[in-house]
């Protein structure tokens, strides 16, 4: 009996370890930082790929926290070929256009909506508006929010943010 209480007490102590601080009450911290969250949601290929090019994505897998309203492949598919041509040869001006899309911080949906603007990292600031129920970021609605990843949060947006 004593043997089978001492095997109990050592099962109950692995298994302690194994799940110290992750309880059903508590979920775990994502584990894939913003850039890898987007490509594995599988429709921010070309935001992904624009990041790429425009030598963000070391900026967007760092630390953070950072908050991106990120235009969906939809999204982009909606903006001219000879627009995103035009900013794909002028890395300087792509940078500025996609971070129009990030912010400082971690801002979920609820703290947005408690915003009249957000400052962006390109230093202009984004309206935030919320009509019948959905959240717009300068115009661009919301779609899907909250998507966490390790150093930030994702907003999904139904249109890229284009600087006028």
Same mark, same amino acid.
């Given at each position: 009996?004593?043997? %089978?209480?001492? $095997?109990?007490? +050592?099962?109950?102590?692995?298994? &302690?370890?194994?799940?110290?601080?992750?309880?059903?009450?508590?979920?775990?911290?994502?584990?894939?930082? %913003?850039?890898? /969250?987007?490509?594995?949601?599988?429709?921010?290929?070309?935001?992904?790929?624009?990041?790429?090019?425009? @030598?963000? !994505?070391?900026?967007?897998?760092?630390?953070?926290?950072?908050? !991106?309203?990120?235009?969906?492949?939809?999204?982009?598919?909606?903006?001219?070929? &000879?627009?995103? @041509?035009?900013?794909?040869?002028?890395?300087?001006?792509?940078? &500025?256009?996609?971070?129009?899309? !990030?912010?400082?911080?971690?801002?979920?949906?609820? =703290? +947005?909506?408690?915003? &009249? =603007?957000?400052?962006?990292?390109?230093?202009?600031?984004?309206? $935030?508006?919320?009509?019948?129920?959905? +959240?717009?970021?300068?115009?661009?609605? +919301?779609? /899907?929010?909250?998507?966490?990843?390790?150093?930030?949060?994702?907003?999904? %947006?139904?249109?890229?943010?284009?600087?006028?």
């Amino acid at each position: 009996m004593r043997q %089978i209480r001492t $095997i109990l007490a +050592v099962t109950a102590v692995g298994v &302690s370890a194994l799940t110290a601080g992750a309880t059903a009450d508590t979920p775990r911290a994502p584990a894939k930082n %913003i850039v890898e /969250t987007a490509v594995a949601a599988g429709k921010f290929k070309t935001l992904a790929s624009l990041l790429k090019r425009a @030598g963000l !994505v070391k900026t967007l897998t760092g630390k953070g926290p950072y908050t !991106v309203f990120a235009p969906t492949d939809a999204a982009f598919a909606k903006v001219p070929k &000879s627009t995103l @041509g035009r900013l794909a040869r002028d890395r300087a001006q792509l940078r &500025s256009v996609l971070l129009l899309h !990030v912010a400082k911080g971690r801002l979920t949906a609820a =703290s +947005v909506t408690k915003r &009249s =603007s957000v400052k962006t990292l390109n230093g202009r600031r984004l309206g $935030i508006r919320v009509r019948g129920g959905k +959240v717009f970021a300068a115009g661009a609605r +919301v779609v /899907t929010p909250d998507v966490t990843a390790a150093n930030g949060v994702i907003h999904a %947006i139904d249109k890229v943010l284009l600087p006028r």
